[in-house]
């Protein structure tokens, strides 16, 4: 079953540093009615935005959760929860009392940690302090991190143990991991919590991970099966719009203007995968959309 459009979002990535305020107010005047947030600004500031701290600043958390209430936008997924070698989750206790001041629904970790088994052990204590204020963790897999595909990913869920800490769906990380559609279908749509969605190509471009991962593409304009991996979501869950266009923006093309060219992008996506048939699928990397100018490349 297809998610809807409905449930879109955007990601704190795809702004490159719009402080908070501005950030509700772009993501409502484009129809979405939530966002991603991260409690200090980008350090990929292509358009020079000021800084700002949602963790030091207790007035702009008074002016974020006001706006959100005027513009009917929630926080769907708090970022910045990081393992690494030596570090304790429950030093971010803090960070996450900010969170659950602002609202928000659930926090996304991920582990740069090498060792798997107390990475296991920090996402549960992660998981718990969570749960304690209210809110659910998801887990993210990238080929870049610890957690490098699907199923370590799984195996981190069946550690923790707990229904409130499942799985963070990443299109691009999930293609460039070398899972498909049908992998993704294969899970248990209660393990998975949250979806972000962006484009590019199947392979990577670079020698760095993280220069694709700051430089995606419009949804529908590479080549990752997205209207195969939307097919096979659970339909109640937020699709966040994690596109960062660094080439874009360096280029000078405002962020509401990316913004709006992804969630139109998207919008068309979950329509068209609400109109095909079902049981018909693409072949890997086949184009994702029908648009005449896609499949002509």
Known sequence: MSTTAGQLGIEHQTVFGLPPV????????LGCRYIAAVLSGNPVNPH??????????????????????????SISLGEGFVVRPGSDMRGYAADLDVMAELGVAMVNTVTMDPDLDRSH??????AEMASERGMQTTVEFAPSLTIKDLDLALAAVRHVARPDFRLLIDTMHLARSGHTPAD????????????????NTLQQRGTVYREDSINRMVPGEGELPLRDILAVLPPDIVIGLEV??????????????????????????LTAEALRPPGTLRPLGAPSTAHPSTIER
Request: with cysteine.
């Open 48 to 73: 020079g935005y000021p800084p700002f701290s949602l963790r030091d600043d207790a007035a702009l958390r008074r002016r974020t959760i006001a706006a959100m209430r005027e513009r009917e936008v």
């Open 184 to 199: 993704l279908a294969a899970v248990d749509p209660a393990l998975i919590a949250y979806a972000q969605l962006s484009d």
């Open 244 to 269: 960062p266009m660094l080439s874009a923006a360096q280029a000078g093309e405002p962020t509401e203007e990316r913004a709006r060219r992804c969630v139109q992008a998207a919008r068309d996506l």
């Open 22 to 29: 501005e950030f509700v107010h772009l993501a409502a005047d």
């Open 121 to 126: 052990d920090e996402f549960g204590t992660l």
